[in-house]
């Protein structure tokens, strides 16, 4: 197997199609996250890294010289209650879930957030098992505490989300 440059490998890791990641200002938590993802990835692929050389090059990708640099320079966390790569937990339409966040944009209002959970395991969406609507992928807005505006029929909101 060929061994790919590893600035090659991060550019893959962030353009990758399952994870979209939020415009807004990144943070040592969410640079960590993405660390993480990136190691798990490499050990999938049988190419493990360690912690440091996946910050190392995370950082790099970022636009920073090193790791040192970029948590010189970042916030320790965005002032956001949810961010990209975190693991969540919660109910979609009343369906326990578990999963990773890949997408997060703050309304302009910034009152709420629109998110985007991919589940651990599909998730049927409807009230009865007679039919089964499976879901893997959800997008769906929600407040700082984690809960959709937006309800159900019988009043209860659309999603709870919290972290994992």
Do not use: C
């Not at 590893?6 to 807004?24: I, K, N, W, Y």
């Not at 320790?76 to 209650?81: H, Q």
């Amino acid at each position: 197997m060929a061994m790919r440059a590893p600035m090659q490998d991060v550019a893959s890791f962030l353009e990758r199609p399952d994870m979209s990641f939020s415009l807004d200002t990144p943070s040592v938590t969410s640079l960590k996250s993405e660390a993480k993802q990136l190691r798990e990835d490499r050990v999938r692929l049988g190419q493990p890294i360690t912690h440091g050389a996946a910050l190392e090059e995370i950082a790099r990708a970022h636009g920073y010289r090193d790791w040192n640099t970029a948590r010189a320079a970042l916030p320790e966390r965005v002032a956001v209650p949810f961010q990209v790569g975190m693991r969540v937990k919660g109910f979609y339409l009343e369906q326990s879930f578990t999963g990773l966040l890949i997408g997060v944009q703050m309304s302009g209002n910034r009152e709420y957030f629109t998110v985007t959970v991919q589940f651990d395991g599909p998730v049927n969406v409807t009230p009865t098992f007679m039919f089964a609507a499976l879901r893997h992928r959800v997008t769906a807005t929600i407040d700082s505490r984690g809960i959709s505006p937006a309800l159900r029929g019988n009043g209860q909101p659309q999603m709870r989300l919290t972290p994992a």
